[in-house]
């Protein structure tokens, strides 16, 4: 028996690819959220408050407390370093909620756009049919039309009704005649 032959694990014909950095995976979903909290927090009164109260307490620290506890002398160089890193930080959290919230806004306008014209799709359809019905009421007796081609027949009814008394007591009158005549 023989061995199946096996490939080269690396072909020459073909340049190595080099070993690539696997960062660790997250939901980008979880990070909005949380990069939008942390934004809104920012944007609140209270962090202000958090803030200042912190700088104000290492500028007390670092000025009233005795040199060998001072871990930052007055030019405050950590102070700033720790400033910096914290706006490096804030900006593009503040700028990844504001893209969330414009996609956001972009969907809701389109829904918007998309209900609007179905609104109108069905405004003009229910137009059309309005149209349509008054069209037809057009070719139907309306009420007065009915009121008053019935007042016309009670009428014409009640002259034929006249007209046959009449033409009765005529016949009647003619009979007795007769009648007296004969007798």
């Given amino acids: 028996m023989t061995e199946p032959r096996r490939e080269p694990l690396g072909r020459l014909d073909q340049p190595v690819e080099p070993g ?11 990070f909005g959220r949380w990069s939008e909290s942390i934004a809104r927090y920012m944007g609140t009164a209270q962090f202000i408050v958090w803030m200042t109260l912190v700088i104000a307490a290492w500028f007390a620290w670092n000025t009233l407390a005795p040199a060998a506890l001072r871990f930052d002398p ?3 160089t950590f102070l700033t370093l720790i400033l910096s890193l914290q706006a490096s930080y804030a900006a593009p959290l503040i700028l990844l909620a504001q893209n969330r919230q414009t996609d956001r806004d972009r969907l809701a306008m389109e829904e918007d756009r998309r209900r609007a014209a179905m609104q109108k799709a069905d405004t003009e359809y229910l137009a059309r049919e309005i149209a349509s019905l008054r069209i037809a009421m ?10 008053s081609e019935l007042s016309r027949l009670a009428d014409e009814l009640d002259e034929a009704a006249h007209r046959r008394e009449r033409r009765a007591r005529t016949d009647r009158d003619d009979e007795r005649k007769d009648w007296e005549e004969d007798h």
Avoid: Q
Wanted: hydrophobic share 35%; net charge positive.
């Fill in 20 to 30: 690539r950095v696997r960062l660790p995976r997250f939901d980008p979903e979880s």
């Fill in 74 to 76: 007055y030019t405050f």
């Fill in 138 to 147: 057009g070719e139907v007796a309306t009420r007065d039309f009915l009121r």
